[in-house]
């Protein structure tokens, strides 16, 4: 598994807390040529430095995520996937916004094929104009209609569609229709986030200000339900708390991720793991001293305790369908607060795979559950 971060924005949204840094269309294309090229010529040293852990990492899955990939031309796009070597990914995902799929039209989208993507996640958020000026969305609702048509035209048959609630000003029914306008479409795969307030973000200093209320619990559990509710009804499996998926179209390099396999992460502030080791790259654009020399992001590391691991087993493993081998969970937790919760109908046992899951009528609640298991 290999992940890329694209660390770039056209603009920020209001909710965002990842690593990006501002690339505005205002800039000359002179400045934008340079910030992209010092950023892949960056990328390509560390692909070049880490060929080994790359390698060892079975790189079946490739995953170009940020930021906001789309921003990128087509010929860095090209760079990185040339430099990381030949390669048949089972699953090859790029993240793009509406607004550069529609102002790339079929040419970047053909492009994206002829690159050897196979997935696209389109960040759509909202079919509600309002609720999209408000995140500081580039994209309208007309847009996000428009950029799917170009990429079915184009030939993808596996798209995903990410959309958030629990904003206060999100009505039930605004709500649900932006789940119709979902369905209408018909993607593989959808994933549903609730709003969080992310450190550093817009939202987080509007909340100190008082310039936004959070939406209450009551309200995101009932935006919740009509969520589950609604594409059950249409037919999608919900395999992790905040993904759902047409039969077999599940994301391969997620799942992954739950089942925590090693994976190597590339750019600035990209994570990768192996063998017990969690490692990072700082949060920085790489940087040319006044003799031309490139310097780029660091890497940092730390090794995960016996606890740390166990946490995140019980945590990752919970948060999806499949669930965990009880003998599995029973190693890692005390069996007091699993036997309780087994009794409460919080975690739910099936016999023919000896594994335990949490309901999908507890999900909303799965946090408070698996820290019970993490006394």
């Known amino acids: 598994m290999i992940y890329v971060h694209v660390p770039f924005c056209r603009s920020f949204c209001t909710y965002c807390g990842f690593y990006s840094e501002l690339c505005s269309r205002k800039e000359t294309q002179q400045v934008q040529n340079r910030l992209f090229g010092d950023y892949a010529d960056a990328l390509c040293e560390e692909i070049a430095d880490r060929q080994s852990e790359i390698a060892e990492a ?94 079915r035209a184009c030939g993808f048959d596996n798209v995903s569609i990410d959309l958030i609630f629990g904003l206060s000003q999100l009505s039930d029914e605004t709500w649900a229709d932006s789940i119709r306008e979902t369905l209408a479409l018909q993607p593989e795969h959808i994933s549903a986030y609730q709003l969080s307030i992310e450190e550093d973000s817009a939202l987080a200093r509007m909340i100190s200000d008082g310039r936004y209320a959070e939406a209450s619990d009551d309200q995101c559990r009932a935006q919740y339900d009509t969520l589950c509710r609604m594409l059950a009804d249409a037919g999608y499996t919900h395999y992790e708390i905040s993904n759902w998926a047409r039969p077999g179209r599940e994301a391969v390099h997620n799942s992954a991720y739950w089942r925590r396999v090693p994976y190597v992460g590339l750019g600035p502030g990209a994570h990768s793991f192996s063998a017990g080791v969690r490692s990072w790259n700082s949060q920085e654009l790489p940087r040319r001293e006044a003799g031309g020399q490139l310097l780029r992001w660091r890497p940092e590391h730390e090794e995960l305790s016996a606890r740390e691991a166990a946490e995140e087993t019980i945590m990752l493993a919970l948060r999806t369908a499949a669930g965990l081998p009880l003998a599995t969970l029973r190693a890692l937790s005390p069996s007091a607060p699993i036997d309780t919760l087994l009794s409460e109908g919080a975690l739910q046992l099936f016999p023919a795979t000896a594994s335990v899951r949490i309901p999908e009528d507890h999900f909303f609640v799965s946090d408070d559950i698996i820290a019970r298991l993490l006394p």
């Open 58 to 151: 079975f790189p079946d899955t490739l995953y170009i995520g940020g930021g906001t990939p789309s921003v990128l031309p087509l010929v860095v796009l090209e760079r990185i996937v040339r430099a990381l070597g030949p390669a048949t990914y089972e699953e090859f995902t790029v993240e793009v916004n509406p607004d550069d799929v529609v102002a790339g039209g079929p040419e970047y989208v053909a492009g994206l094929r002829a690159l050897g993507v196979n997935r696209v996640s389109m960040g759509v958020q909202s079919f509600d104009d309002g609720i999209l000026r408000w995140m500081n969305r580039r994209h309208d609702a007309a847009g996000a209609r428009e950029a799917f048509r170009l990429l």
